[in-house]
T-cell receptor, first 107, second 113 residues
Framework: GIQVEQSPPDLILQEGANSTLRCNFSDSVNNLQWFHQNPWGQLINLFYIPSGTKQNGRLSATTVATERYSLLYISSSQTTDSGVYFCAGHYGQNFVFGPGTRLSVLP | DSGVTQTPKHLITATGQRVTLRCSPRSGDLSVYWYQQSLDQGLQFLIQYYNGEERAKGNILERFSAQQFPDLHSELNLSSLELGDSALYFC????????????FGEGSWLTVV
């Protein structure tokens, strides 16, 4: 089956810092998405980004489908950005998730 | 608010019991997915339905079953519960079977004691 890697697995930042999270797939996926799971467990859609670059406020994402990776950029991080960030995509009929990057933003 | 509604939000039950989790997809969405997330674990895909038919099956135990009804809501039935079944169960929906954005509900927290 497909392997999904996310790096780094854990990240601790000081408020205001920038970060880049990476998602690698071992095979081609479709309909790549990024999610943020907040400390209360809610899964929030960040981006639907099968290819190209999108920006939403302090967050932006880039997917290079031909090279099977996607990046999530967080600028000027805030404590509310803490949580786990997942990438996911369709592989065949399954929508598979990466293991996540756990982000802690300290005040 | 994603538009996907899950009930109950929290549930505590004893080992050996059976529970039913309910999901109402976003208006217009035909596809429903179920995921399990155990403590500090990733999301494990259980099963997907599209317009009432089972479309894909993941790591769903034989003690678990699901269905999607004609009004497109879905139920996940968990039986002969074990302590290890304690988890956050998510439902998600999308317009089509593959493709397009998938939206998640807030989850149902199941604790088996």
């Amino acid at each position: 089956g497909i392997q999904v890697e996310q790096s780094p697995p854990d990240l601790i930042l000081q408020e205001g810092a920038n970060s880049t999270l990476r998602c690698n797939f071992s095979d081609s996926v479709n309909n790549l998405q990024w999610f943020h799971q907040n400390p209360w467990g809610q899964l929030i859609n960040l981006f639907y980004i099968p290819s190209g670059t999108k920006q939403n406020g302090r967050l932006s994402a880039t997917t290079v489908a031909t090279e099977r990776y996607s990046l999530l950029y967080i600028s000027s991080s805030q404590t509310t950005d803490s949580g786990v960030y997942f990438c996911a995509g369709h592989y065949g009929q399954n929508f598979v998730f990466g293991p996540g990057t756990r982000l802690s933003v300290l005040p | 608010d994603s538009g996907v509604t899950q009930t109950p939000k929290h549930l505590i039950t004893a080992t050996g019991q059976r529970v039913t989790l309910r999901c109402s997809p976003r208006s217009g969405d035909l596809s429903v997915y179920w995921y399990q997330q155990s403590l500090d674990q990733g999301l494990q895909f259980l099963i997907q339905y599209y317009n009432g038919e089972e479309r894909a099956k993941g790591n769903i135990l034989e003690r678990f079953s699901a269905q999607q009804f004609p009004d497109l809501h879905s139920e996940l039935n968990l039986s002969s519960l074990e302590l290890g079944d304690s988890a956050l169960y998510f439902c998600a929906s999308s317009v089509v079977a593959t493709g397009n954005t998938i939206y998640f509900g807030e989850g149902s927290w199941l604790t088996v004691v």
